[in-house]
C-alpha cells in the first residue's frame, strides 16, 4: 500500500515493509533529545526506573539552552544534573554554555541530524527537523528516559495534510509568514495527531531557514511533525555538515491524503497572530495602530542566520523607536560570532538594540526580556498565549524577523517595506 | 480504576503553559509546582481541589510545549481524570506515560458543568453526572495503551517486559 512520505520513515525503523495510518509501532531511534527544563525529569525517571547505561553515548542530545547561563540558583541545579547524567553516561553531544544554542537550530547546525532520521526530544519544537526530511516529533520526559534507555519510542503512525507549495515569496515575507498564515487557516489543532507534508513546485524556493522555521511551528498547529521533501538545498545544507550519512525517503505518488490545501507563496503577506493563539492571524498592514513597548527577535523559530540578515537590513543605520525594549538573540554561538563578524552586532548596539548570548530566555516567559503588566511585545517567537512572555495581562504579536524589526523602529506594528 | 469528585469546567485549547507557566520550571519538583497549576486563568483551582475531582475541558486540551511537568501538576493536585473533547498529542501521551487518567468524550466535555458531581469508570469509560442524572461513554483507550496504563506507566511497562 501506499505511503506518505512519513509512513515511509516510519516503516523503515519499524522494521516493516508497510505500515498504515493508525497503527501502533516501535520504532528504532536516532536521536533523543532533551533541554535543561525537560531532562532533569528524565533522569529522575531514568533513575528511578533502575536503568544504568543508556542505549547509545551517540546518540543522544542534551542541550542547556532555556535558562543558561543559569538564571537562577534552581536552574543552576537543574544544569546541575544535566551535566553530571551527560558526564556520567558520557553522552557526545552535550552543549553547555559556550558551545550552547538553542537546540532546534543547534543539532541541524552542527550536523547531529539528518535526512531520514528517526528522532524524538523532549521539546515540543523537536518537529522542526522534518525540514531535513526527517521524521522529528516532541515527547514528554518520560518518553525521553525510555528512549535513552532503549533507543525506541512507541508511535501510532499519523495521517498527513499535503501542503501543495507554489510560486515565490516576497522580498518582505519569510517561513514565518508562510507558516502563521496555514496556521491561521487550519486553526491550533488543524493538524492534531497529523503529519504535515509540504511537496511542489514553490518547495525549491524556500531556503534552509524558511523550512526549519515552518517545520518548527506545524506543533502549533497540533501536528506530529512537519516535513519536507529531500531536494538540493537540502543536500547543499547538509553537505559537510551531517555526521551520518543522510537516507532519502520519498513518498509514493499514489499516498494518501486527508486533504491537499494549495499555497501559492507569491500571495503570502507580511502575517501577524494576535494574542492568545497562533491562530489569531491578521495582515500586519491592518495593525498599525498597535502601539508596542518591546521587540524579541530570536528562538527556535527565528534566531538563524537568516533572521539575523533580515533584522540587520531593517535595522542598519536606524534607530529603535523611543520607549521600545528591542532585544536581538543569535539562537547559537556561531549565528552569534557570524554576527560579530559581519558587523551585525555593531549595527544593533548603535540602532538601541540589545544583543543576548543564545537562550530560549523570554520566549516561555523564562528571563531576559519580562514583559509587565499591560505591555505588548511583537516577536519572532512560536507562541501567545496568556502569560506566555510575562505577566498574565502581557501580550505577544508573533510576527516575522522583517515585521518585528521594522515594528521596533517605528514602536507600532509595522510592515517592512522595502525601500 | 474509579474516581468521583466535583468538576472543575474549562475552555478550548487549555495550553500548557496555563497549566504551569514556565517561569516555574526551574524547579522538577512535582509538589513545589502542583501550587501553581492553572493559576494564570484560574486562581481559585488549587485552593478549592480535592482529591477525585474532574478536569472538564473543550478541543485541544493541553496544546504547546511537552513539558510532562503540565500533567503531573494537574495529577499532584489529586485530580482523579480530566475530560475533554480532544487532547492536544503529546499531552495525551505524556498524561498517559505518566499515569493521569484522561478521557476523549465530546458530549461529556459538552454538557457536563462547573461544580456538577461526576464519577469515572475508566475501565468501562463511563462517565456519570450525578448532578444532572446523565451518563456518557468515552472512547476506550487501544489495548497496547491500556497496557501501559496497567503496569503503571510507560517505564514501568518497559522494566516489566524485559524481566520476562
Known amino acids: ?419 | 480504576m474509579y474516581t468521583q469528585g466535583k468538576v472543575f469546567k474549562y475552555p478550548d485549547n487549555v495550553d500548557t503553559d496555563v497549566i504551569i507557566p514556565a517561569r516555574y520550571l526551574n524547579t522538577p519538583d512535582a509538589n513545589e509546582l502542583a501550587l501553581h497549576c492553572m493559576e494564570d486563568i484560574d486562581t481559585q483551582f488549587v485552593k478549592q481541589v480535592n482529591k477525585g475531582d474532574v478536569m472538564v475541558a473543550g478541543w485541544n486540551f493541553g496544546c504547546g510545549s511537552s513539558r510532562e511537568h503540565a500533567p503531573l501538576v494537574i495529577k499532584t493536585c489529586g485530580t482523579g481524570c480530566v475530560i475533554a473533547k480532544s487532547f492536544a498529542r503529546i499531552f495525551y501521551r505524556n498524561a498517559i506515560n505518566i499515569g493521569l487518567p484522561i478521557l476523549e468524550c465530546e458530549q461529556a466535555a459538552e454538557e457536563i458543568c462547573s461544580g456538577d458531581q461526576v464519577s469515572v469508570d475508566f475501565d468501562t469509560g463511563k462517565i456519570t453526572n450525578h448532578t444532572s442524572g446523565k451518563t456518557y461513554m468515552a472512547q476506550p483507550f487501544p489495548a497496547f495503551i491500556q497496557d501501559i496504563i496497567k503496569k503503571g506507566g510507560l517505564l514501568a511497562s518497559l522494566k516489566g517486559g524485559s524481566d520476562k
Open chain 1, 1 to 419: 500500500m501506499a505511503m506518505t512520505m512519513t509512513q515511509k520513515i516510519l516503516a523503515a525503523h519499524a522494521g516493516l515493509d508497510n505500515v498504515v495510518a493508525g497503527q501502533l509501532i516501535n520504532a528504532k531511534l536516532d536521536i533523543v533529545l532533551g533541554n535543561d527544563i525537560t531532562t532533569p525529569v528524565a533522569v529522575n525517571e531514568f533513575n528511578k526506573a533502575g536503568f544504568n547505561k543508556v542505549f547509545d553515548k551517540d546518540k543522544i542530545a542534551i542541550v542547556l539552552d532555556h535558562f543558561v547561563p543559569n538564571k537562577d540558583i534552581k536552574a543552576a541545579e537543574q544544569s546541575k544534573t544535566c551535566r553530571n547524567f551527560a558526564g556520567c553516561h558520557g553522552v557526545s553531544h552535550f552543549y553547555d554554555v559556550g558551545k550552547m544554542g538553542i537546540e532546534h537550530a543547534l543539532l541541524p547546525e552542527q550536523g547531529v541530524v539528518t535526512a531520514g532520521d528517526c528522532i524524538i526530544g523532549a521539546d515540543s519544537h523537536t518537529c522542526t527537523y522534518g525540514a531535513l526530511g526527517a521524521f522529528s516529533t516532541g515527547v514528554g520526559s518520560t518518553d525521553m528516559a525510555a528512549g535513552m534507555a532503549t533507543g525506541m519510542a512507541w508511535f501510532k503512525v499519523p495521517s498527513a495534510i499535503r501542503f501543495n507549495l507554489t510560486g515565490k515569496l516576497a522580498s518582505n515575507c519569510s517561513g514565518k509568514d508562510v507558516i502563521l498564515t496555514i496556521i491561521g487557516m487550519i486553526g491550533v489543532d488543524g493538524a492534531l495527531y497529523k503529519s504535515m507534508e509540504f511537496v511542489g513546485d514553490g518547495v525549491k524556493n524556500l531556503s534552509m531557514d524558511d523550512r526549519l522555521c515552518i517545520c518548527n511551528m506545524a506543533i502549533e498547529a497540533g501536528a506530529k511533525n512537519g516535513i519536507f521533501p529531500v531536494d538540493e538545498v537540502t543536500f547543499e545544507y547538509m553537505k559537510d555538515r551531517c555526521e551520518r550519512q543522510p537516507v532519502v525517503y520519498s513518498a509514493d505518488d499514489d499516498a494518501e491524503y486527508e486533504k491537499t490545501i494549495d499555497i501559492d507563496l507569491s500571495q503570502i503577506t507580511p502575517t501577524v497572530s494576535c494574542p492568545h493563539l497562533p491562530e489569531n492571524t491578521k495582515p500586519a498592514s491592518v495593525l498599525n495602530e498597535i502601539k508596542i513597548d518591546q521587540v524579541v527577535i530570536g528562538s527556535c523559530t527565528n534566531g538563524r542566520m537568516e533572521d539575523m540578515t533580515a533584522a540587520y537590513k531593517v535595522l542598519n543605520g536606524k534607530k529603535v523607536a523611543d520607549g521600545v525594549r528591542c532585544i536581538i538573540i543569535p539562537a547559537t554561538m556561531q549565528i552569534l560570532r557570524e554576527c560579530v563578524e559581519k558587523g551585525y552586532y555593531t549595527a544593533f548596539i548603535d540602532a538601541g538594540a540589545v544583543v543576548s548570548t543564545p537562550t530560549c530566555g523570554p520566549c516561555l516567559g523564562g528571563y531576559m526580556g519580562i514583559l509587565a503588566e499591560g505591555e505588548r511585545c511583537v516577536a519572532t517567537t512560536n507562541r501567545n498565549f496568556v502569560g506566555r512572555m510575562g505577566h498574565v495581562k502581557s501580550e505577544v504579536y508573533l510576527a516575522s524577523p522583517y515585521t518585528a524589526a521594522a515594528s521596533a523602529l517605528t514602536g507600532y506594528i509595522t510592515e517592512y517595506k522595502e525601500v
